[in-house]
């Protein structure tokens, strides 16, 4: 028969191989996870370099137009070249409406500092609006016809009617978007390139283009008029009312608008979608 102090004593021993056994087993288990977790951390982080790689290469080639043939003719390729030309034209009409309504704000002011002058300079520059550096003097209706936006819809009709919506020799080529031909002496005809006719770096680059086109050209001068008097009647600068109101862009005069305006009214709700 075993004593009570044997028995008390293999109980005490068989504790301690228990907790040891157990410690063991956390110990492994933790060894494991730690592991696991180390082995997620890695891949994570290669999933993380490998993101912002795709992002680098991504932003690099955003500026360029796509190869938008790749998508199937109709919605699919429209909506694509929407969700690329799209965010330059509304970025663009945000910066002129930013300086046209600076602009207003100055018109009868008596105070001009260094960086108002200056300022001013710019925009006349940029304008193409003579203008002497007297504050008293200011060409303001030259300016403000010429500081004002052109319509979206009507500057993404045009681009998909010029491009074929993108699909273009001259836009996949050039970045020219708008048909718009270089001056004399100022072709860059480089590889590639179609000759005769603007080359742009980016898309950005060509949206930029044709605003400044139509708003400093003297070919253009009715279209800022029409555009000016609608600001002078407190009505709103739509695609609607500025087609037909496009002189001289193309040599088939009224018929071009036509066609423009039929564009703009069959893809009017997939272009304001894009907005």
């Given at each position: 028969?075993?004593?009570?102090?044997?028995?008390?004593?293999?109980a005490?021993?068989?504790?301690?191989?228990?907790?040891?056994?157990?410690?063991?087993?956390?110990?492994?288990?933790?060894?494991?996870?730690?592991?696991h977790?180390?082995?997620i951390?890695?891949?994570?982080?290669?999933?993380?370099?490998?993101?912002?790689?795709?992002?680098?290469?991504?932003?690099?080639?955003?500026?360029?137009?796509?190869?938008?043939?790749?998508?199937?003719?109709?919605?699919?390729?429209?909506?694509?070249?929407?969700?690329?030309?799209?965010?330059?034209?509304?970025?663009?009409?945000?910066?002129?409406?930013?300086?046209?309504?600076?602009?207003?704000?100055?018109?009868?002011?008596?105070?001009?500092?260094?960086?108002?002058?200056?300022?001013?300079?710019?925009?006349?520059?940029?304008?193409?609006?003579?203008w002497?550096?007297?504050?008293?003097?200011?060409?303001?209706?030259?300016?403000?016809?010429?500081?004002?936006?052109?319509?979206?819809?009507m500057?993404a009709?045009m681009?998909?009617?010029?491009?074929?919506?993108?699909?273009?020799?001259?836009?996949?080529?050039?970045?020219?978007?708008?048909g718009?031909?270089?001056?004399?002496?100022?072709?860059?005809?480089?590889?590639?390139?179609?000759?005769?006719?603007?080359?742009?770096?980016?898309?950005?680059?060509?949206?930029s283009?044709y605003?400044?086109n139509?708003?400093?050209?003297?070919a253009?001068?009715?279209?800022?008029?029409?555009?000016?008097?609608l600001?002078?009647?407190?009505?709103?600068?739509?695609?609607s009312?500025?087609i037909?109101?496009?002189?001289?862009y193309?040599?088939?005069?009224?018929?071009?608008?036509?066609?423009?305006?039929?564009?703009?009214?069959?893809?009017?709700?997939l272009?304001?979608?894009?907005?």
């Open positions: 028969m075993i004593s009570i102090p044997l028995r008390r004593l293999g005490t021993i068989l504790m301690f191989l228990a907790i040891a056994f157990s410690g063991e087993t956390l110990a492994q288990t933790h060894s494991k996870t730690a592991s977790k180390a082995h951390s890695k891949i994570s982080g290669k999933k993380k370099v490998s993101s912002k790689q795709e992002y680098s290469r991504n932003s690099v080639n955003s500026s360029s137009l796509p190869d938008l043939r790749k998508y199937p003719s109709g919605a699919p390729r429209k909506k694509a070249f929407l969700r690329t030309v799209m965010p330059y034209i509304t970025s663009q009409n945000a910066a002129i409406i930013a300086e046209r309504e600076w602009l207003m704000t100055r018109q009868y002011s008596q105070q001009w500092s260094a960086a108002d002058r200056a300022r001013l300079k710019d925009i006349a520059k940029r304008y193409k609006v003579s002497s550096g007297n504050t008293r003097r200011i060409p303001w209706n030259t300016l403000l016809e010429r500081v004002d936006i052109i319509p979206a819809s500057v009709t681009a998909a009617a010029e491009s074929g919506w993108g699909t273009s020799k001259l836009a996949r080529n050039n970045n020219n978007l708008f718009m031909k270089c001056g004399k002496g100022r072709c860059q005809n480089g590889p590639g390139k179609v000759k005769g006719y603007s080359h742009f770096d980016s898309v950005k680059e060509s949206v283009a605003v400044v139509l708003n400093t050209h003297p253009y001068a009715s279209f800022r008029k029409s555009r000016a008097q600001r002078k009647a407190d009505q709103e600068v739509t695609a009312n500025m037909h109101k496009l002189k001289g193309s040599t088939r005069g009224q018929s071009y608008n036509n066609y423009l305006f039929a564009m703009y009214q069959d893809n009017q709700q272009i304001a979608a894009h907005m």
